[in-house]
């Protein structure tokens, strides 16, 4: 019997943009976790059986009416509950303690002294002062805390700003943070949460890569016996590692169609049949449809418009070679959990759709496919070190996320032909480049935009009358916010000399600083 979801913790997230971090943490840990909206129906906590429970961040205020609550059956399921932030106030306010503005906010560093010696933060410092205290860096980020205890509580840890930091009901091993364990910031904060899944909550750490591929291969065998699955291969991490899962676990009963769409980047599509094909076995169908997409696009320039083409496009020829395959019963999918979990969406749900994502579905009625979703509960970095291990090349697996209407989103209005293999040169030039000097792995997302408008250059005595390409590069951690990356200016007068000498149709290149937000980080 599989083991990995023996011991779990359950998050309940109060819409903190750090509680995906809490739950990255604990699989980091080694132990399984969900994240569910707070105000899920409290049969599903029960059902979901917690070894403990977190409350986490958010952005309401304790002390408004109608602020969020924990559901009451968290207190009456005896398990162990961690408080973070907002989990902690409103723990407190729910048992009968207070929380009020504080004095003065606080974002940012703070040092906490730990007080009472408490089973979560005994033994663990940053520094201990002369009277013995454990003293610890924390990231705090609030402006409201709590202000008096609830009855059988006592306090933990404290800062001169803040008095209650931290407390305990130490019968029915309920805690609170005010600070953020979860954060690279608060140094020892993976310990602390260590302490409160291993010690406090008694999980096993079962939750292992090893152990995970395991249950992975098992669960496939099961779920799809002889019968034969489809997958639509991208090449992106996702795709890819449920390509080398499903052949491990089926071999032949897989095929796999990967779909050329002209918009992809130098060389991709030849190194995806390469690694897959040539290299691992896999049976891949490569369909060239580039004419089509093209076709399609001609004319149209507006980008909400463009991804709706590209998205159907992709659903017709995938569907023309899936009718070729006789008796496929399973469409594989790389649904990954932060997919599940913004899907999900909370009941008061507060999430916009700022573009129309792509992705497979959407098939057409007449063919009817059960969904196989190996990686619907792991994170992206998981999916990586599970890839990884499987044997997947190290260079597909860390490369940027590249969205699915590819370079048709980076080609601003009417997509070309011809402008598709401009932008393809620039933006083989950039990577080599930021290879080359090792800024890759320093940002988080690059790439190069073609700007259909024509500028004026010289080249010798020669007037240029040639198009625009624009660099992008951003540091984020989330996608949802980021900041355009502080390249070197001698790096980018290097990248920007390479495209105007050798693409002979780019007369002038520019450096984008537009942070997100206001911006997105794709141009469309
Ligand atoms: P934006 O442009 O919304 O991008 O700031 C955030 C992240 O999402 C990627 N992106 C997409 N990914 N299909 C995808 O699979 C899409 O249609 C799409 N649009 C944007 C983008 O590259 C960035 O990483």
Known sequence: MSTIHHHKILILDFGSQYTQL?????REIGVYCELLPYDVKPYFIENFNPSGIILSGGPDRVSDIGSARAPN?????????????????????QLGGEARNSQKA?????????????????????????????????????????????????????????PIAGFVNKEKNYFGLQFHPEVTHTKQGIQILERFVTDICKCNKNWTTDNIIKDLLVNIKKQVGNKKVLLGLSGGVDSSVVAILLHQAIGDQLTCVFVDNGLLRHNEGNEVMRTFSENMGVKVIRANAQQYFYDKLSNEADPELKRKIIGKAFIEIFDHEAKKIKNIKFLAQGTIYPDVIESAGTTSGKAKVIKSHHNVGGLPDDIKFDLVEPLKELFKDEVRTIGLKLGLPKK??????????????????????????????ADQIF??????????????????????????????????YDYVISLRAVETIDFMTARWARLPYEFLDHVSNRIMNEISRVSRVVYDISGKPPATIEWE
């Open 22 to 26: 809490i739950a990255r943490r604990i």
């Open 73 to 93: 059956i968290v207190f009456e399921l005896n398990v162990p509950i961690l408080g973070i932030c907002y989990g902690m106030q409103t723990m407190a306010v």
């Open 106 to 162: 606080e974002f940012g560093f703070a040092q906490i002294r730990a007080r009472n010696h408490s089973k979560l933060l005994t033994g663990i410092s940053d520094e201990t002062n002369l009277d013995g205290h454990g003293l610890l860096d924390v990231w705090m980020s609030h402006g409201i805390e709590v202000t008096r205890l609830p009855l059988n509580f006592e306090l933990i840890a404290s800062t001169d700003n803040c």
């Open 396 to 425: 597909m697996l860390n490369r940027h996320p590249f969205p699915g209407p590819g370079l048709g989103v980076r080609i601003l209005g009417t997509v070309k032909e011809e402008f598709a293999e401009i932008l393809r040169q």
């Open 431 to 464: 990577m080599e480049e930021l290879n080359n000097h090792k800024l890759y792995d320093k940002v988080d997302q690059a790439f190069a935009v073609f700007l259909p408008i024509k500028s004026v250059g010289v080249t010798g005595d020669e007037r240029r």
